[in-house]
């Protein structure tokens, strides 16, 4: 039994973790954009093409990143940033949270675990994910445990 202190994820990080997903996803597509539009920049209020194609690339990157900010800040997504801990199973995932909800989730849920520098995302579904802090772990051999337990995908 592997337990975590009590930790929240915050708008902030939220938006920070969507955007980078968002990126690593999509890097290609927003490089392709944005090499098309600096191309086409010289011919910018020449070319009506040129002019509509450069603001419509640019708006459309700079718009998607203030869509992952309201999504990100929106109070839909309130129960996201509610206090918890966790508790995990060698066959499930105990979530507690600070209004005494309690949620199990076995282990074979999880399609999916990504280690980044200082979080765990559990994916559960293409865009739903489990955050988990590593700092929220009592100690690194509860880390360590918990690294082995988590199926991930080769």
Known sequence: MIRTNTYSLDPKSYFKIMAVNRLRRYWWLYLLSLTFSLLLLERFGEDPVATI???????????IFIY????ANSSKNKNLFIPRRLIVYSEKIVSQSEDNVHNELPLSYIINAIERKSYWLLYIARSQFIYIPKKAFVSPEDMAAFRKLIPRRK
């Open 68 to 71: 992952l900010y309201f999504i």
């Open 53 to 63: 194609y450069v603001c419509i690339a640019l708006a459309y990157l700079v718009g």
